[in-house]
């Protein structure tokens, strides 16, 4: 089972993912700007596995680049909160 499947599963992944790139001394200018390139990966290369990555996919077809850069960084401040 991928990461992708549940949820749950990938805000831990992301998280210790976040954790790891702190460690190493990124800066949050530089893990936002991975969280943009992942996000947009995702968007173009991967199906959603969930309504929650459905619902991610969807705002972000739609989002202009600053508002997905905005959502990245949501994303980001979501699994530090939650890790």
Not at 41 to 47: G, M, R, S
Not at 59 to 81: E, F, G, Y
Request: cysteine-free.
């Amino acid at each position: 089972m991928s990461v992708l499947d549940n949820w749950n599963q990938w805000k831990e992944f992301l998280g210790s993912r976040l954790d790891q790139a702190e460690n190493d001394g990124m800066n949050r200018e530089v893990i936002g700007d991975m969280a943009y390139q992942i996000g947009d990966y995702l968007a173009k290369n991967v199906d959603p596995k969930n309504e929650q990555e459905r619902v991610l996919a969807d705002l972000w077809s739609v989002a202009t680049p600053d508002d997905q850069h905005a959502i990245a960084n949501m994303m980001v401040r979501l699994v530090q909160k939650n890790g």
